[in-house]
């Protein structure tokens, strides 16, 4: 097989694609001679070809799928539910659908699968929906992987959405990658960007990758769906109108499609949680710093002031002072909280991956080196143990509680 | 019982770092190494090979330098491994990978559970598990914290929620991905380091696979990769020491108005 990227005569030397590849794929020997494409790192993501001023990378083009694109209309959402309680997530979603559904001239609707759900189909349309596609069946009453995907796959097919956004929770990132690889669909996870390109009008979808350290514009090109998960807290809610009107189209589906191989025995919601940090406005988060099970409760004492969740480092959940659920970083969760507290957390590169996105970030640690500070809004040096009481008592204060 | 560990070999993300002259991220140096879910996969393999008996075949896609991550399964316990590389691969996404891997797997036929990490720590995605579930048409068991049960026909695994965790029981062959609670990643053994410097690591190629190559690497990827940029890295802000009784009131009183918009 022929190499899939070439450099070809046209090429000065000037090593403009050397410093292009974010993967150090391009190597150039010395001034004056060809750069060699290691095809081993290589990942044809195209920076060389876009970098070169001469013409000189030739890179494979993708063949066409013969698609008819224009087939495919509207922006569409799916609609977390828990206990038929519609997720925050979905309202951001509409926010963000709105605003593409817009660019596009097309609709935004709401695709919601569940039991007993017809009631909150108003919240929907009052936050954005044009159309609310309702599947309401006992078999999805909660969330199973066969079967909400099958419906999700049988719905595509049949009304043939543009673009399809989920919120990249457990459940959506569960769900639409099973749907996406059976409509041979484009997917991209986790976004933190969406816009439409206003030349191909197709969805441009921005999402980090490495931890963070580098940033990844994706376009589906020609396949449609343009499915994308997006992540919490990134997008802005929907701003309730009770004037917009909606359409509601009650859909019917095969008993068959409704049937699961996997089913759920039981769910054990988790105590300790008050709030599901990925949600969380406010993140009060603790470390090694800490010290000991017992200090977490000077976390608690100014997640409660502040109504915040309480997330810790890695090291704090090795240690066993709090649960997994809680860990925020790269073997944890990824949050996007509008305030960050990361109290007795140094800010080790993994951990800075899970939260250096918040909007504004607060370090407490006595180390005045310590990485965090690099990455922290406010920083303060001195000990935790000192500053956090008078820290929330202050906030109790000042916010009258 | 045979149970296949898909892992990918990935750059080191501590060792990545950002040139701060040209703004792009240096991989010099940058040391290779099994992606740290894809461990708790491998773990949990052998932990259930341990318990109740079988055989543990660890599958890769990757150039041919993705072997070592293969020996260092083996070396962990594994019982035998397959790479699969060929240029036709190259440019995948996480449709192109998860059908080239779902081909192997029924290539591999007889398997009753198949176990990936929940994500690789560089795309990030968590999409080739479910992925493979659905191109081999297969029930998933998704962010895995425990193994409950497992017997010739059923397994019952607990998966971690946002708000708790779900009971599941699935049919077997069944896809699972793992999260970090489910163990911990031993350390190879002596024994198993010499087994893996002996061992035969099977290569297939796209041909061996039986597969549509209109399904494989930048053709049988839908999506494309139109930019890739370095975020501006962020910049350390307002430092407050000495005494907190003074600095307090003044964070306080610049914090108020953000955490009573945070708050509504």
């Given at each position: 097989?022929?190499?899939?990227?070439?450099?070809?005569?046209?090429?000065?030397?000037?090593?403009?694609?050397?410093?292009?590849?974010?993967?150090?794929?391009?190597?150039?020997?010395?001034?004056?001679?060809?750069?060699?494409?290691?095809?081993?790192?290589?990942?044809?993501?195209?920076?060389?070809?876009?970098?070169?001023?001469?013409?000189?990378?030739?890179?494979?083009?993708?063949?066409?799928?013969?698609?008819?694109?224009?087939?495919?209309?509207?922006?569409?959402?799916?609609?977390?539910?828990?206990?038929?309680?519609?997720?925050?997530?979905?309202?951001?979603?509409?926010?963000?659908?709105?605003?593409?559904?817009?660019?596009?001239?097309?609709?935004?609707?709401?695709?919601?699968?569940?039991?007993?759900?017809?009631?909150?189909?108003?919240?929907?349309?009052?936050?954005?929906?044009?159309?609310?596609?309702?599947?309401?069946?006992?078999e999805l009453a909660h969330f199973q992987d066969e079967c909400y995907g099958n419906v999700l796959i049988e719905l595509v097919n049949r009304h043939k959405p543009s673009v399809f956004l989920c919120g990249a929770s457990t459940i959506g990132r569960s769900l639409v990658s099973r749907v996406a690889v059976k409509v041979h669909a484009g997917l991209t996870a986790d976004c933190t960007g969406l816009a439409i390109d206003p030349k191909t009008l197709n969805l441009l979808q921005t999402r980090p990758a490495f931890g963070g350290n580098i940033m990844a514009t994706i376009e589906t090109p020609a396949a449609r769906p343009q499915m994308a998960t997006v992540r919490h807290k990134v997008m802005k809610e929907a701003v309730v109108n009770l004037a917009h009107q909606g359409e509601i189209s009650m859909e019917t589906i095969a008993e068959v499609l409704l049937q699961s191989k996997a089913r759920r025995l039981k769910f054990i919601p988790e105590v300790e949680t008050t709030m599901n940090i990925a949600e969380a406005n406010i993140i009060v988060a603790g470390g090694r710093g800490l010290q000991s099970v017992d200090n977490f409760k000077l976390l608690r004492n100014l997640a409660d002031v502040l109504g915040a969740g309480v997330g810790a480092s890695r090291a704090a959940v090795d240690s066993n002072w709090i649960p997994y659920s809680h860990q925020v970083g790269q073997t944890g969760k990824t949050v996007c909280p509008k305030i960050y507290f990361a109290i007795g957390i140094s800010g080790q590169i993994q951990h800075l991956a899970g939260m250096q996105s918040s909007d504004i970030i607060i370090a407490i640690n006595k180390d005045p080196d310590a990485p965090i500070f690099k990455v922290a809004t406010y920083g303060i040096v001195g000990d935790l143990f000192a500053i956090v009481p008078q820290l929330t008592a202050e906030f109790k204060k000042v916010l009258g509680k | 019982m045979r149970y296949v560990v898909c892992i990918k070999q990935v750059p080191e993300t501590t060792d990545v770092k950002i040139n701060p002259a040209t703004n792009t991220l240096m991989r010099d140096g940058v040391v290779s190494i099994i992606n740290p879910f894809d461990m708790y996969a491998i773990e949990e393999g052998l932990r259930l090979k341990a318990l109740h008996g079988g055989t543990v075949t660890i599958l890769s896609m990757g150039p041919p330098q993705a072997e070592s991550a293969l020996r260092e399964a083996i070396a962990m316990g594994a019982d035998d491994a397959i790479l699969l590389s060929d240029r036709a691969f190259a440019g995948s996404d996480t449709w192109a990978t998860s059908y080239t891997l779902a081909m192997a797997i029924r290539k591999i036929a007889n398997f009753d559970l198949i176990i990936c990490g929940k994500q690789a720590s560089d795309g990030d995605t968590a999409q080739v598990g479910p992925g493979i579930a659905v191109h081999l048409d297969l029930p998933q068991i998704?962010?895995?914290?425990?193994?409950?049960?497992?017997?010739?026909?059923?397994?019952?695994?607990?998966?971690?929620?946002?708000?708790?965790?779900?009971?599941?029981?699935?049919?077997?062959?069944?896809?699972?991905?793992?999260?970090k609670e489910i163990n911990e990643p031993r350390l190879p053994s002596l024994k198993g380091k010499m087994a893996a410097k002996?061992?035969?690591?099977?290569?297939?190629?796209?041909?061996?696979?039986?597969?549509?190559?209109?399904?494989?690497?930048?053709?049988?990827?839908?999506?494309?990769?139109?930019?890739?940029?370095?975020?501006?890295?962020?910049?350390?802000?307002?430092?407050?020491?000495?005494?907190?009784?003074?600095?307090?009131?003044?964070?306080?009183?610049?914090m108020k108005d953000a955490v009573l918009s945070a708050a509504q």
């Open positions: 097989m022929s190499d899939p990227i070439k450099i070809n005569e046209k090429c000065v030397f000037c090593g403009a694609c050397v410093k292009a590849c974010p993967f150090g794929a391009i190597t150039q020997a010395e001034r004056k001679t060809s750069p060699i494409i290691d095809l081993q790192k290589c990942t044809l993501c195209g920076s060389c070809v876009v970098a070169c001023k001469f013409n000189a990378i030739w890179m494979k083009e993708k063949s066409s799928s013969g698609i008819d694109l224009s087939a495919f209309k509207d922006v569409w959402v799916f609609v977390e539910q828990q206990d038929g309680e519609i997720q925050s997530i979905t309202y951001e979603l509409l926010g963000e659908g709105r605003k593409l559904a817009d660019a596009l001239g097309m609709k935004l609707c709401a695709v919601f699968l569940g039991s007993n759900i017809q009631e909150q189909t108003k919240d929907l349309i009052s936050h954005g929906a044009d159309k609310v596609y309702v599947v309401d069946r006992p | 998704t962010y895995v914290r425990k193994i409950e049960s497992l017997d010739d026909k059923t397994i019952v695994a607990e998966r971690l929620m946002e708000n708790g965790y779900e009971v599941i029981q699935s049919p077997l062959p069944c896809v699972l991905t793992v999260i002996k061992a035969v690591i099977t290569t297939w190629n796209a041909a061996e696979l039986n597969c549509d190559p209109k399904c494989l690497g930048l053709d049988g990827s839908p999506t494309k990769v139109v930019k890739i940029f370095t975020p501006a890295p962020r910049q350390g802000g307002e430092v407050f020491q000495g005494e907190p009784e003074e600095f307090i009131p003044q964070l306080v009183a610049k």
